[in-house]
């Protein structure tokens, strides 16, 4: 089911606020939502674990047998004989506060929400200020590599889901100079972060060869290629593709239509 003024199959119309199900009102079986449903019988007498995250080694407490489950990378880290499993401490000095935040309320609820603190953006002809989705669409990323990193393909099946549903909301404006740089962002951190048979590094590259004619124009653009040939690479394959938006996966836009079950965080 598509929404009935626009036709888009994303999971949520935020230009009509309406839900938008191809599956109708239940979720699948194995969507990204009910395949991670935790049961706290199962781990709330198992103790805890202290993480400890980031450079600043901030703290924060996790139950063992939950997160024991989720990650068999990090079920080494809890149950082992060396001094961070006896003592139950996993040091993260690699992650950021808020990516653990997200995945520690994806392991709980199933799912993750972040709130957009992002300060307008200015815009020409437009009665309300646009909202910047690059730091929200930054954050699904890094959830990405996280999952990738610790093997927990369920929550990277989710966040590349929300990925793919609000950039597929995004509009790149002429006049908004936050819309180059913020994907330009979003880019290079793919390049850097995950592997190379991901599909969304193949997504980016066709999705700035759509918007070339107004990317190259900056000097940030050349200095992207310049550190990303990988990127390159791929982006000029693509220069003489099809001039429409490029399309996420069909298995993603049938995934972030189960995934997304709350309005859009943006109000695009």
Not at 73 to 100: A, C, F, Q, S, T
């Amino acid at each position: 089911m598509s929404c009935r003024n626009c036709g888009n199959c994303y999971g949520y119309c935020g230009n009509h606020y309406q839900q938008v199900s191809i599956y109708g009102s239940r979720p699948a079986a194995d969507s990204p939502t009910t395949k991670h449903s935790p049961e706290y019988k199962d781990f709330l007498f198992g103790g805890n674990v202290t993480l400890y995250v980031g450079p600043k080694r901030k703290r924060m407490e996790m139950h063992k047998k939950l997160l024991a489950s989720i990650s068999p990378e990090l079920d080494k880290h809890v149950n082992n004989n060396m001094r961070e499993g006896v003592e139950g401490i996993i040091y993260l000095p690699d992650e950021e506060e808020e990516v653990l935040t997200l995945f520690t309320e994806w392991a709980y609820t199933g799912n993750y929400t972040r709130k957009d603190y992002a300060l307008p953006v200015n815009t020409i002809n437009t009665m309300e200020p646009k909202r910047d989705p690059w730091p929200s669409l930054h954050k699904h990323l890094q959830l990405c590599a996280f999952a990738e990193k610790f093997n927990v393909p369920i929550l990277k099946q989710l966040a590349e889901s929300k990925f793919y549903t609000e950039i597929g909301h995004v509009t790149i404006e002429p006049n908004c100079s936050s819309d180059p740089s913020g994907l330009f962002l979003v880019i290079g951190y793919a390049y850097d972060n995950l592997p190379s048979s991901d599909p969304v590094l193949k997504f980016l590259a066709q999705y700035a060869a759509w918007k070339l004619a107004l990317l190259r124009e900056t000097t940030a653009f050349n200095v992207l290629v310049l550190s990303q040939p990988d990127f390159l690479k791929e982006l000029l394959r693509n220069v003489n593709g099809p001039g429409a938006r490029p399309m996420a996966p069909q298995k993603h836009t049938q995934q972030a239509a189960i995934a997304y079950r709350q309005p859009y965080p943006f109000g695009y």
